[in-house]
C-alpha cells in the first residue's frame, strides 16, 4: 500500500472534454456555422449512426432519457387504467416516466447475482391491465432478455391475452452492452436511452434517444416529439416538445466514435478490480458469462456501507450509492401502496450497493490505488 493519500474522484467529465476539445469545438462550430438548431441534419445523423450501431431500424432524439420513456410510452398507447412492470431497483426517472404517461408502476424483484430485474417473477404479477414490461439494464449490465421475451410470448399465449405486451428497453446505463453478441436495445420493441453528461456516452446537457423498429412507430414518434405536427403550423394529435438539439447532437456525434474505446477502458478496469479486489467484507457483483457489461457502474456490496465508504473517502477515494432507497419506498409513490418487505431482494441488496469509481481516465495507478485501499478495509 503506497503511503501518500491520492484524491481520486468519483467521475471526470472535463477530463475527457480536454482529450477530445478539438473534436468537440469543430462539430460545435458546425452547428454555428449553419445557425439551424433544432432538428437539423446533425440530429438525423446521430439518430442514424446510433440506431445502426445498435441494431434498429429507427431513432427519434429527444430532449432526455426521460422523455425517452414517455414518449415511448405515449407511443404505444400506455395510458390511465394501465399497468407497466419494472423494477424498484432504478433511477427515479424510470418511474417518473411511467406514471408521466398516466400509468401504474408495478413492480417486480430483482435477481440477487446479478442485481436486475428477475424475469421469472413476472408472471406473479403480470394482469389482463399489463400493457409493458420495461427492462432495466442497470449499471451497464444486461437483463436476460432473451427469456424475457420468450416468457412474454408465452405468458400472452397462456392468458390468451389479445393485446401484445410491449417490451421497452431502458438502455440509459448500457450503450454498447451486449448479450450473446447482441446489443441492448436491439431486443425489445423500443428502446430508450439518456445521453445525461455522466452516461457512457454523454452530451453536453440534456439528450436522449428513443430507437424502434417499426416504421409506424417512427413516424408516431416523429410527431409526438413536436407538438404533433403533421406539417408546420398543423396538428393532427396532442403532442409535446421535446427534440434532441442540434448542438448536443453535434457533441454526441464528436464523441460517438470514441465510445467502443472508452466501453474497452471500462472492461478493462473492471477486470482488475474483478480479479485484484480480494476482501471477504466486499461482495463482488457477477456477470453471466452470456453478457459484455459496459461497466457504466461498478458496484460491490458491502454490509456497513458507511463504514466502508469513509474508510475509501478517509484514502482519497470518492464512492456513490446507486440506489440508496428503492423506488417502491420513496415517498412519491407512497401512493402505489408497497411497503417495506414487498420487495425482499431488492431492499436487501439496495442497503449493501455501493459504487467505486470507474471511468475511462482513471490511470492504471489510479486503478491499483483504489484496489489497494478496498483490499485494506477491515470492516
Ligand atoms: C439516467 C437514467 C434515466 C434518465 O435519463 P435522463 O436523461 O436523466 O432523463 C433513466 N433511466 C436510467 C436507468 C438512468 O440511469
Redesign the pocket.
Known amino acids: 500500500m503506497k503511503k501518500e493519500i491520492q484524491t481520486i474522484p468519483f467521475m471526470d467529465i472535463k477530463k475527457q472534454y480536454l482529450q477530445i476539445k478539438p473534436d468537440v469545438e469543430r462539430a460545435m462550430q458546425r452547428v454555428f456555422d449553419r445557425s439551424q438548431f433544432i432538428l437539423g441534419e446533425e440530429g438525423r445523423n446521430f439518430e442514424q449512426q446510433f440506431a445502426s450501431y445498435v441494431g434498429m431500424s429507427y431513432g427519434v432524439g429527444v430532449n432526455?432519457?426521460?422523455?425517452a420513456?414517455h414518449l415511448a410510452l405515449h407511443t404505444i398507447g400506455v395510458g390511465a387504467g394501465d399497468e407497466v412492470i419494472t423494477v424498484a431497483n432504478?433511477?427515479i426517472?424510470?418511474v417518473s416516466a411511467i406514471v408521466a404517461a398516466g400509468a401504474t408502476p408495478v413492480f417486480v424483484d430483482i435477481e440477487e447475482e446479478t442485481m436486475l430485474m428477475d424475469v421469472k417473477k413476472i408472471e406473479n404479477v403480470i394482469t389482463p391491465q399489463t400493457k409493458a414490461i420495461i427492462p432495466?439494464h442497470?449499471y451497464g449490465n444486461v437483463v436476460a432478455m432473451d427469456d424475457l421475451v420468450s416468457l412474454t410470448r408465452s405468458i400472452i399465449a397462456k392468458i390468451a391475452k389479445k393485446n401484445k405486451i410491449f417490451i421497452i428497453e431502458?438502455c440509459?446505463?448500457a450503450h454498447g452492452a451486449a448479450l450473446y453478441g447482441k446489443k441492448a436495445g436491439s431486443f425489445g420493441d423500443i428502446s430508450c436511452f439518456?445521453f445525461?453528461p455522466t452516461?457512457n456516452l454523454g452530451a453536453y446537457g440534456?439528450a436522449?434517444l428513443i430507437l424502434v423498429q417499426e416504421r409506424e412507430i417512427y413516424d408516431h414518434l416523429l410527431l409526438l416529439r413536436q407538438y404533433g405536427e403533421e406539417k408546420r403550423y398543423y396538428t393532427v394529435m396532442n403532442g409535446f416538445n421535446s427534440r434532441l438539439d442540434e448542438l448536443q447532437a453535434a457533441v454526441l456525434l464528436a464523441k460517438f466514435p470514441y465510445l467502443d474505446q472508452w466501453n474497452k477502458r471500462r472492461q478493462a478496469i473492471a477486470k482488475h478490480y474483478l480479479d485484484e479486489i480480494k476482501n471477504v467484507q466486499v461482495r463482488l457483483p457477477m456477470f453471466k458469462d452470456s453478457v459484455a457489461s459496459v461497466f457504466h457502474l461498478f458496484v460491490v456490496r458491502v454490509k456497513d456501507r458507511e463504514h466502508f465508504r469513509e474508510h475509501l473517502a478517509s484514502k482519497g477515494v470518492s464512492t456513490a450509492v446507486h440506489y440508496p432507497l428503492p423506488l417502491h419506498l420513496q415517498k412519491a409513490y407512497f401512493s402505489l401502496g408497497y411497503k417495506k418487505g414487498d420487495l425482499p431482494i431488492t431492499e436487501r441488496v439496495m442497503e449493501e450497493v455501493v459504487s467505486i469509481p470507474i471511468f475511462p481516465e482513471l490511470s492504471d495507478d489510479d486503478v491499483a490505488y483504489i484496489i489497494d485501499v478496498v483490499n485494506a478495509y477491515k470492516g
Do not use: F, H, I
Open positions: 432526455s432519457g426521460t422523455d420513456l432504478t433511477a426517472p424510470t432495466v442497470l431502458d440509459a446505463q439518456s445525461y452516461k440534456d436522449g
